[in-house]
């Protein structure tokens, strides 16, 4: 079966230090892979998203990036946090090419940048 | 216009209740449409996929209509266990790209 891995649960960073967040799918390839971020009280907002290594798409534009380094793994960075990038980040990942293609989340990191 | 809306709530319902939700989608293209629901602090998870004849579940019934580009979501005799913030979401063809409305917050009550 399939399983995705994200982490950290939690995280607390100062303002300006970097960020690095990972995810890792398992039982499956070529998988579609997402970034997502939910504000406290909010939905969830697309930020990135991929079709396959090295293929990113960014869906806003803010100081995070992403990164696909192998087919299953996707990675979400920042150089310098902002306050504004508190907030729920989630990881996704859904199969392509079918007719229904829902997404499964990981269980999420709740960052904190005070 | 946002890509998917829904109304945000909080629904506050008596159990036993019927209560409705429904999402709009502003891309006619859409292919694929799902209703999740997400716990507090929670990973959302999926509820069920919404078939273009209307699908049913148990105590829960999602419809399309593609027409008006609304889905919908029906639950009966709700249960306190029901109460969770209900997410719609939206994809175009093999699941790229899935939108996801901001959730609606049900709240059941004994």
């Known amino acids: 079966s399939q399983t995705i891995h994200q982490w950290p649960a939690t995280l607390v960073q100062p303002v300006g230090s970097p960020l690095s967040l990972e995810c890792t799918v398992e039982?499956?390839?070529?998988?579609?892979l997402y970034w997502y971020r939910q504000a406290a009280g909010r939905g969830l907002q697309l930020l990135f998203y991929?079709?396959?290594?090295?293929?990113i798409s960014s869906e806003v534009p803010q100081n995070l990036s992403a990164s696909r380094p192998q087919d299953r793994q996707f990675i979400l960075s920042s150089k310098k946090l902002l306050l504004s990038d508190s907030g729920f980040y989630l990881c996704a990942w859904s199969v392509k090419g079918q007719g229904e293609a829902e997404a499964f989340f990981g269980q999420g990191t709740r960052l904190t940048v005070v | 216009r946002k890509e998917v809306e829904q109304d945000p709530g909080p629904f506050n319902v008596p159990e036993g209740a019927t209560v409705a939700f429904n999402c709009t989608y502003s891309n006619s293209a859409s292919q694929s449409f799902f209703w999740y629901r997400q716990d507090c602090r929670k990973e959302p998870k999926l509820l069920m996929s919404?078939?273009?004849s209307g699908n049913e579940d148990g105590r829960f019934t999602a419809q399309l209509n593609r027409a008006s580009q609304y889905i919908s979501l029906l639950i009966r005799d709700s249960k306190l266990s029901d109460s969770a913030t209900y997410l719609c979401?939206?994809?175009?063809?093999?699941?790229?790209?899935?939108?996801f409305g901001a959730g609606t917050r049900l709240f059941v009550k004994a």
């Open positions: 979401a939206v994809a175009n063809t093999g699941g790229f790209k899935t939108i």
């Open positions: 919404v078939y273009s």
């Open positions: 991929s079709v396959g290594i090295g293929q």
């Open positions: 039982g499956t390839s070529n998988p579609n």
